[in-house]
């Protein structure tokens, strides 16, 4: 176990709580946008974009710590600073809607890509381009 903490450190002190948040959110931010850019399945690329949105949140609520812990070391207050903590409140609920309405667009450019469908059984259509049977009239 000592050595893998003995991993993570910079130079000789290890790293502090905001640091291992930093780094992590990095990483992550790192990861969902390669995979966003990479890929051409969008529901992959919205997954990616969530990800990236996740990684980014983590640095913003990393900083948001980080007054706390400077303060603690001079004896001040540890609240976190309210403002960045607001903005990952605010940024969850983007985030929520943002993936909502890529979801429903995604659903409909999949929608329009398909070939329509025709159910031989019925004799209708199930797609709007569709052409007109042979014993039909214009």
Known sequence: MMLALGLFTLGEAPLTQVQWYLMLGSAITVIGAVRMLLTRDLVARLIGMNVTSIGSLMIILALAARPREAA???GGSSANDP???A???TGLVITVAFTGLGAVLIR???GIQEPAHRDPAAGSDTGSGAEPDAGEEP
């Open 87 to 89: 903005l990952v409140i």
């Open 83 to 85: 403002v960045l903590t």
């Open 72 to 74: 603690s070391f001079a």
């Open 108 to 110: 409909r450019i999949e």
